[in-house]
C-alpha cells in the first residue's frame, strides 16, 4: 500500500465546492449495480432507474422464486426498449448462506440476556425461544463462546433489526445461545452469519446450479454473481460448469468475498475471477469494524493494477427509508470512487427501499463528484509503473491512446473492438474523459444458422468504469477497411454529440485496427 494512495487532486478550490452540480447524459463515469425486487421491479421504475444511471440490474435468488424474477427481467426488458438504454444482468447466487426459517412470518421479539435455540428442525414454528434454520451441522461447527448474527436480508448494524448471539452450549444437534440486544426479526427469511467459521457446505449449491441452467440459460446471463466465494477452486468449478451451458461459456464471474476466507485467499480468486466483489456487509461482520476500510483500499488497489472491475456494496443503508443518505455515507461513496471502484452496488435501498430511483440519482451525483477531482495523472502514472517493461502490444496502444487522449485533452475516446478487451485496458488507465467502446459484431455459425458476437461484449463493459458501450451495424465486417472504419466512426461520433460529450471543435482520440496494424488517431471536429 501507497502512502500517496488516496488519488486526490491538490488543492481543491472552495468555489468548486459552491458550483451547482451539472447533469449530464452519462451520469457518471462509476457504474452503478441496482437490485430489482419488490419496489423497482415496474415497467416505470425500472426506466427512472436506467435513465438516472443503473446500467447493471442484478437478481439475488436468495429470495424469490424463478418466475418472480423472470417477470422483473422481462420488465426490464421492456424498460431497455423504451429509454433505449443499455443495460448487463447479473444473477447472484445463495451460496453455503444460512437462513432462519420462520414459516408464518410473524415478527419474533428477542430480548437482551434472554435464551434462544437455534435448531436444524424446520417443521417446528419459530419463536422467541426456538428459531429453526435450513443447516443441520450447525452444532458440529461452533463452539462455546463464538459470535452468531441474525438479521433480514443482509446486517445494516441497526440493533433494532439484526440480533448478536453468543453460543451457550450445543445439545446433539440444537445449539443454545444467550441473547446480546433486543431485536425485532420481521419477515420469512434471515441471514444467519456466524463469525470466522467455516461452513463445509458448496460455494454452488444444487439450487443454484438449477436455477442458472434454467432462468441464467433462458436470459443469457451477462454476470454471475458467485457468493461466499472462499477459494480460487469455487471460480474455476463455477466456470467449468458454465462452460457446459453452452450458451453461458462468455458470462463473466463474478467472485463476491463475504468473510475471512476468501480475503485469505484472495490473490488466487482475483487471478481466477472477472471482477471482485467486496460484500462489505458480511465481510463487516467477520473482521473487526477498524479493519473494513483497509481490505477495501488494498482489494480495490489490487483489482485497479490487474485491471478487473471492483464492485464496492452497502454504501447508502439509510436511503431504504430516507431520501437523503446520511454525511459519512455520502463521504463513503466518494471514498470509494477515489479507492478506484469501478461500480457501486446498490442492494436493500432499490430492492426494498422506498426511493430506489432517488437512490441511484444520488450515489450516481456523487460518483461524478469524486471523479472531478480524482488524480488521473497520478493514476496513469502509477499504473504505467506497475505494468513495466516491455509492455504487450495491447497494453502500449491502449495506455497510448490514453496519454494522448490526456495531452490533447479530448473531449473523448473512441475505441474500435470486437472482444471488449482493448476498450476494458484502455479503461484501465482511467482516462479523464468517456471511453466510447464500439464494439464491432463478428459473424459466427454453428453449421446450422448464423449469429453475431457483440452483445455480451458490449453489456460486460457496463460494469467497468468510464467506458460506455454502442453496437456497431452488423453489416460492417470485422476486418476493417477504411471506407467501413469511417463510416462506422461517424455513427459513435453522432451518438458522442447526441450525449452531449462532443461538440464542435472538440478533440477526439481513436483507437483502431486498420489491417494488422492497431492505430491511434486524434481528430479535429470542424463545424
Known amino acids: 500500500m501507497h502512502s500517496t494512495h488516496l488519488l486526490l487532486e491538490e488543492p481543491i478550490r472552495m468555489a468548486s465546492v459552491l458550483e451547482p452540480s451539472k447533469s449530464s447524459f452519462f451520469p457518471s463515469m462509476t457504474k452503478i449495480v441496482g437490485t430489482l425486487g419488490p419496489k423497482s421491479r415496474s415497467v416505470e421504475v425500472i426506466s427512472a432507474c436506467l435513465k438516472v444511471g443503473m446500467s447493471v440490474a442484478r437478481f439475488d435468488f436468495s429470495w424469490g422464486d424463478v418466475d418472480y424474477h423472470q417477470e422483473t427481467l422481462e420488465n426490464l426488458k421492456t424498460a431497455v426498449k423504451s429509454t433505449k438504454k443499455l443495460c448487463a444482468v447479473m444473477l447472484d447466487t445463495v451460496g453455503p448462506e444460512l437462513q432462519v426459517v420462520n414459516k408464518s412470518g410473524n415478527a419474533i421479539s428477542l430480548e437482551a440476556d434472554a435464551t434462544v435455540i437455534l435448531t436444524p428442525d424446520q417443521n417446528k414454528e419459530a419463536s422467541s425461544e426456538l428459531l429453526p434454520i435450513n443447516f443441520t451441522g450447525l452444532a458440529k461447527a461452533v463452539k462455546s463462546g463464538d459470535t452468531i448474527f441474525i438479521g433480514q436480508y443482509l446486517f445494516t448494524g441497526s440493533e433494532t433489526t439484526s440480533v448478536w448471539l453468543e453460543v451457550t452450549e450445543t445439545q446433539e444437534d440444537d445449539v443454545v445461545c444467550a441473547i446480546k440486544n433486543s431485536a425485532t426479526l420481521a419477515g420469512s427469511l434471515f441471514t444467519l452469519h456466524i463469525s470466522q467459521v ?79 466483489i467486496l460484500s462489505r456487509g458480511n465481510l463487516g461482520i467477520d473482521l473487526p469494524p477498524e479493519k473494513v476500510f483497509l481490505f477495501q483500499k488494498a482489494a480495490v488497489y489490487k483489482c485497479n493494477t490487474s485491471g478487473k472491475p471492483a464492485v464496492v456494496t452497502r454504501v447508502v443503508d439509510s436511503m431504504t427509508d430516507n431520501l437523503r443518505p446520511t454525511r459519512a455515507e455520502a463521504t463513503d461513496v466518494a471514498n470509494a470512487v477515489l479507492d478506484g471502484s469501478d461500480a457501486i452496488l446498490l442492494g436493500a435501498e432499490t430492492l426494498r427501499g422506498l426511493y430506489p430511483v432517488e437512490t441511484i440519482s444520488t450515489v450516481g451525483r456523487i460518483c461524478a463528484e469524486a471523479e472531478k477531482v480524482f488524480n488521473h495523472d497520478l493514476y496513469f502514472k502509477k499504473t504505467v509503473k506497475y505494468v513495466g517493461e516491455p509492455m504487450t502490444h495491447l497494453e502500449s496502444i491502449a495506455s497510448s491512446a490514453v496519454r494522448a487522449a490526456i495531452k490533447v485533452k479530448a473531449s473523448v475516446l473512441i475505441c474500435f473492438t470486437s472482444s471488449g478487451r482493448a476498450a476494458r485496458l484502455i479503461a484501465k488507465y482511467r482516462p479523464t474523459m468517456p471511453v466510447i467502446s464500439v464494439v464491432i459484431p463478428r459473424l459466427k455459425t454453428n453449421q446450422l444458422r448464423w449469429s453475431f458476437t457483440g452483445a455480451f461484449e458490449a453489456r460486460q463493459s457496463l460494469i467497468v468504469r468510464g467506458l460506455f458501450p454502442m453496437l456497431a451495424d452488423p453489416r460492417h465486417p470485422a476486418e476493417s477497411t477504411s471506407a467501413t472504419n469511417e463510416s462506422v466512426l461517424k455513427v459513435a461520433l453522432e451518438y458522442g454529440k447526441a450525449s452531449g460529450v462532443i461538440k464542435t471543435h472538440d478533440r477526439v482520440v481513436v483507437c483502431q485496427k486498420v489491417g494488422d496494424a492497431s492505430v491511434v488517431k486524434i481528430i479535429e471536429l470542424e463545424d
Request: glycine share 6%; net charge negative.
Open 198 to 276: 467455516h461452513i463445509d457446505l458448496p460455494t454452488l449449491s444444487e439450487a443454484d446450479k438449477d436455477v442458472i441452467s434454467k432462468w441464467g440459460v433462458r436470459n443469457k446471463i451477462d454476470f454471475l454473481s458467485l457468493s461466499y466465494t472462499r477459494h480460487a477452486e469455487d471460480v474455476r468449478e463455477a466456470r467449468d460448469f458454465l462452460s457446459k451451458l453452452g450458451e453461458l461459456q462468455q458470462t463473466q464471474i463474478f467472485a463476491k468475498i463475504e468473510n475471512i476466507e476468501g480475503l485469505k485467499h484472495f490473490d488466487e480468486i482475483l487471478q481466477e475471477a472477472d471482477g471482485i
